[in-house]
């Protein structure tokens, strides 16, 4: 069983940033590929980013070049760096252990003036 918590999300204004945090418990974490998801308002789930245990990394079209993610398997930690953010970027950001189905509780994120 792998518990994941996240932090980090908040309001911010539109061009700022924030840095998600996903504290990860049990498993083996540094052998997972593990992924940040967001959840809008009135729209389907959809997948942020991805990284593997290798540290090779995937973006959604809609955050490359702003976001970038990462993670210290030392620290059982994966991060979401996240700049030039933008109003279409508020949601629930979940962290996840890609291919188990190991959820964090989310953290909400808005981006409003």
């Known amino acids: 069983q792998v518990q994941l918590v996240e932090s980090g999300g908040g309001l911010v204004q539109p061009g700022g940033s924030l840095r998600l945090s996903c504290a990860a418990s049990?498993?083996?974490?540094?052998?997972?590929?593990m992924g940040w998801y967001r959840r809008a308002p009135g729209k389907q789930r959809e997948m942020v980013a991805h990284?593997?245990?290798?540290?090779?990394?995937y973006y959604a079209d809609s955050v490359k070049g702003r976001f970038t993610i990462s993670r210290d398997n030392a620290k059982n930690t994966l991060y979401l760096q996240m700049n030039s953010l933008e109003p279409e970027d508020t949601a629930v950001y979940y962290c996840?252990?890609?291919?188990?189905?190991?959820w964090g509780q989310g953290t909400q994120v808005t981006v409003s003036s």
């Open positions: 996840v252990v890609v291919g188990y189905d190991y």
């Open positions: 049990g498993g083996m974490f540094s052998i997972y590929t």
């Open positions: 990284i593997t245990g290798a540290h090779y990394t």
